[in-house]
T-cell receptor, first 115, second 112 residues
Framework: AQKVTQAQTEISVVEKEDVTLDCVYETRDTTYYLFWYKQPPSGELVFLIRRNSFDEQNEISGRYSWNFQKSTSSFNFTITASQVVDSAVYFCALSEAFTGNQFYFGTGTSLTVIP | DADVTQTPRNRITKTGKRIMLECSQTKGHDRMYWYRQDPGLGLRLIYYSFDVKDINKGEISDGYSVSRQAQAKFSLSLESAIPNQTALYFC???????????FGPGTRLTVL
């Protein structure tokens, strides 16, 4: 079974629109970590955020915000006032203490921001 | 200079050839990882190493082998390449397992 599900394969928005990327995870562990990475067209993987399972506080960083809800096993990512430079593939990942903290990546969401 | 480097960046080879992909890091991290990325499948873990003497198989290790020559170097080998090993390969490092991983620029491998 997929440990991390990113159901949205591709999303297109017009510049300045807000967009939310969904991430649903599955774990039996009580100690785990969630991550978001960005892969722009140039191909590198850029770390965006890490959240541990004991901290459900939402986080905001500029136009980016993350909503972590253990009750629904979700860790969603919102970009406010999207820009063309936000066009990329975004990956959500899970790391569980139970499995030695291996990373399990979702299949990614490809975001296109149209000018 | 980049903290995590991979060589080569691009490689085209033929079925049956032996290929080695190399990864070097200057971050001083103990943990190193090899992933492959395929369209629609995300990143999947091939092998990982927590230190020079510790090598572990990941989700898709069949057809691959690794060598941890030093703390800073972790190589991935395809003993006899096959076309379905065509993919983008990433090396990554971390200081501890639950912290973020830092990725190299990737190696695009094509097996004809």
């Amino acid at each position: 079974a997929q440990k991390v599900t990113q159901a949205q394969t591709e999303i297109s928005v017009v510049e300045k629109e807000d967009v939310t990327l969904d991430c649903v995870y599955e774990t039996r562990d009580t100690t785990y970590y969630l991550f978001w990475y960005k892969q722009p067209p140039s191909g590198e993987l850029v770390f965006l955020i890490r959240r541990n399972s004991f901290d459900e506080q939402n986080e905001i960083s500029g136009r980016y915000s993350w909503n972590f809800q253990k009750s629904t096993s979700s860790f969603n990512f919102t970009i406010t006032a999207s820009q063309v430079v936000d066009s990329a593939v975004y990956f959500c990942a899970l790391s569980e203490a139970f499995t030695g903290n291996q990373f399990y990546f979702g299949t990614g969401t490809s975001l296109t921001v149209i000018p | 200079d980049a903290d995590v480097t991979q060589t080569p960046r691009n490689r085209i080879t033929k079925t049956g050839k032996r290929i080695m992909l190399e990864c070097s890091q200057t971050k001083g991290h103990d943990r190193m990882y090899w992933y492959r990325q395929d369209p629609g499948l995300g990143l999947r873990l091939i092998y990982y190493s927590f230190d020079v003497k510790d090598i572990n198989k990941g989700e898709i290790s069949d057809g691959y082998s690794v060598s941890r020559q030093a703390q800073a170097k972790f190589s991935l080998s395809l003993e006899s390449a096959i076309p379905n090993q065509t993919a983008l390969y990433f090396c990554a490092t971390s200081d501890v397992s639950y912290n973020e991983q830092f990725f190299g620029p990737g190696t695009r491998l094509t097996v004809l």
